[in-house]
Nanobody, 120 residues
Framework: QVQLQESGPSLVKPARTLSLTCTVS??????????WTWIRQTPGQGLELVGA???????YTNPSLRSRASVSRDTSANQVILQLNSATPEDTAVYYC????????????WGKGTLVTVSS
């Protein structure tokens, strides 16, 4: 019953902010022991963790993106938000949100993903 849905613009101009929203249904994102992630996939690059936010509100970003990326949440809307500043064409990717749990090392629920292209 848990569903995750990514939304946001599909085209972002270089140097602009890439912002995406993950809307979660079926489970409150504040539920104990779960965390919520943003993961991206580029051709030939595999999967890369962008950032995550824990049920208690603590967050994490990939050190390679730490100066530009942030993950936040809107508990009233049950949404997880990604912001990636100063976007470049190298940020072009399919972006997924996915659920993780501390009791099991893995992601069990994924959104379908959304392609974001950074181009002028």
């Amino acid at each position: 019953q848990v569903q995750l849905q990514e939304s946001g613009p599909s085209l972002v101009k270089p140097a602009r902010t890439l912002s995406l929203t993950c809307t979660v249904s079926g489970l409150a994102i504040t539920t104990t022991r779960y965390y919520w992630t943003w993961i991206r996939q580029t051709p030939g690059q595999g999967l890369e963790l962008v950032g995550a936010i824990v049920y208690d509100g603590n967050n994490y970003t990939n050190p390679s993106l730490r100066s530009r990326a942030s993950v936040s949440r809107d508990t009233s809307a049950n949404q997880v938000i990604l912001q990636l500043n100063s976007a470049t064409p190298e940020d072009t990717a399919v972006y997924y949100c996915a659920r993780g749990q501390f009791s099991w090392d893995g992601m069990d629920y994924w959104g379908k993903g959304t392609l974001v292209t950074v181009s002028s």
